[in-house]
Structure formats: C-alpha cells, structure tokens
C-alpha cells in the first residue's frame, strides 16, 4: 500500500477528511483504522474522486471482504468508513452522491444537513466579536452568503460591490456566479478594504499581505468551535447549511435557495426542504398562533 499510487487530487482530500477526524477529537487509534483502510482503498482504486462508481465500490468490497471470511459486522464497519467519507465529500461538494447503496449497509434515517440553530449562530458571532475585522468579515460573508471555503479563499478585492451587497465568486465546474450577503458583512467588509493594499487582488489576506489559505478559514472555524463551547461541529460548509437552513425557515422557495448556493441541480438542494418536526410546529406556531 504506497501513497504514491493514490491520485493526488484524491490523496490531498483524504489528508484534509484525516485532519477533520483529529479536529473533532477522534482517537489516534479511529483515525489510524479509517487511514489504513481508506489508503488500502484508493490504492486499489486510482480514479479521480468524481469518477468513483457503485461498481468500483462494490467489487472492492466483494475482493477483500468475502462473506465466507468476514463476519457480516466487520463488513459493515468497512463500508461505514467508506461511506464517512464520501459523505464528507458530498458535505464539502466534492461529489454530488455517495457511491454506495444503501442495500450494503444499515439503513440509516434521511435528515436535513447539520446547521445551527439561532442561539449557536448568536454563540459564534459573539465569539467573532473578539477577533479582528478581517476574521469577523469571513464568518459574517459565510453565515449571509452560503459561500463556499474555496470560493471565499478564491475571492479577489475587485469582485466586491458594496453599494449592492453582491460579490462575484469563482465556483464549482470553473464558473463565475453572483451571492448576495447582509449589510453586517458589508459594514465589515467596509472597514476591511480601508486598509487592504491595493497592490494585491485577495481580498482576505494572512499577515504577510498574501492570499489566506482555505486551510486557515477552516481552522477558524474550528477555533470559534472550541471557544464558544458548541454541541455540535462547526466549519464553512455548516454555515453553508446553516444559511440554506434559515432561507427555507424563512419562506423562500427550493429555486431560490437553489440559485442562492450555485446549485446547477435543484435535486441537490431538496434536502433542504424538509425541516425537523420541532421545527416544522416552530414555524407553524408562528404563522397559525
């Protein structure tokens, strides 16, 4: 099993899913098994990422985990690895399904993605208010916005318009796409671009006046996490979740959020319709009395 037959675009984001594992206080022993497996995995199967199939999937499981030598639950644990991961990806946008069918594993039941509820998002942003304009922009820009980490990491000092509170980002499939954010985030943004040097394009800048890495807007996330003491994760693509969540609490149709997240499928954004049923009598509450 070498790192050097695995795809590297595969490997850089299975180092990125391992460090999400140590980030949300897995054991050393947890991630050293989903490592071990998952390597064992792509090393067999050196597609790109996005052209992994059931089939290729499947036949991994079949070759080295016979049902006449392995038990049905240590089967189970495998494709419970596999399926982490993918789900990771299909979280971060990597791929847009996950390919395994549910006929391998245990059923588990749909639910909406993890977000935040109002008094969490309170949490964060009183956490933000102790840290410098630039990190309050990047929470604000991503609690109003929906943007993507790679997008806000990708974003350049002119694509910025504050008189309309829009922003053109480089998204998914090497498209350009417009998303609109709140007069919070331009208040900050504001501030920002006072002092950015106009010399470089980034927008968000580390302290050598050079782009910041997508790496650091997700370890600020994790550093807000820990700080404000949540229940649950917190990273970019939960305040994705968090905004597409707010949208849909709030009336806005499915095409709507659908444009607002640079959805090209609007299949992928009917998860968001169905909220949880505390939810649902929340929102009723409020309409009905």
């Not at 299975?14 to 995995?41: C, V």
């Not at 290729?56 to 494709?79: A, C, G, M, Q, W």
């Not at 994705?240 to 009336?251: D, I, N």
Request: aromatic share 10%; proline share 4%; charged share 25%.
């Amino acid at each position: 099993m070498s790192e050097q037959s695995i795809n590297p675009e595969t490997k850089s984001i299975l180092d990125e899913y391992l460090a999400d594992m140590k980030l949300n206080n897995k054991s050393q022993k947890t991630i050293y098994q989903y490592q071990r497996y998952l390597m064992r995995f792509f090393s067999e199967c050196q597609k790109p990422i996005t052209d992994i199939t059931y089939d290729d999937v499947y036949s991994f499981i079949k070759k080295y985990h016979p049902e006449k030598l392995y038990k049905p639950r240590s089967i189970n644990t495998y494709i419970s690895i596999l399926t982490s991961f993918f789900n990771y990806c299909v979280g971060e946008e990597y791929i847009e399904t996950i390919p395994i069918k549910r006929r391998w594993r245990h059923k588990t039941p749909k639910s909406i993605p993890k977000h935040l509820s109002p008094i969490e998002v309170a949490k964060v942003k009183l956490q933000t208010e102790k840290r410098s304009i630039r990190d309050r922009a990047i929470i604000a820009l991503m609690f109003s916005s929906g943007i993507r980490r790679n997008e806000l990491h990708l974003l350049n000092f002119e694509n910025i318009d504050l008189e309309n509170r829009t922003a053109v980002v480089h998204g998914k499939g090497n498209k350009n796409r417009i998303i609109h954010f709140s007069e919070e985030t331009a208040l900050f943004l504001q501030e920002l671009i006072k002092y950015h040097p106009q010399t470089e394009k980034a927008l968000f800048l580390n302290k050598y006046n050079k782009r910041l890495s997508d790496r650091y807007i997700y370890e600020l996330t994790k550093q807000i996490e820990k700080n404000a003491n949540l229940t649950r994760p917190f990273s970019p693509h939960i305040c994705r979740h968090t905004f597409a969540t707010t949208l849909v609490k709030r009336g806005a149709n499915i095409k709507f959020v659908a444009d607002e997240l640079g959805h090209v499928n609007i299949n992928t954004t009917q998860i968001y319709a169905k909220l949880p049923d505390e939810e649902v009598m929340a929102v009723y509450k409020k309409i009905m009395g």
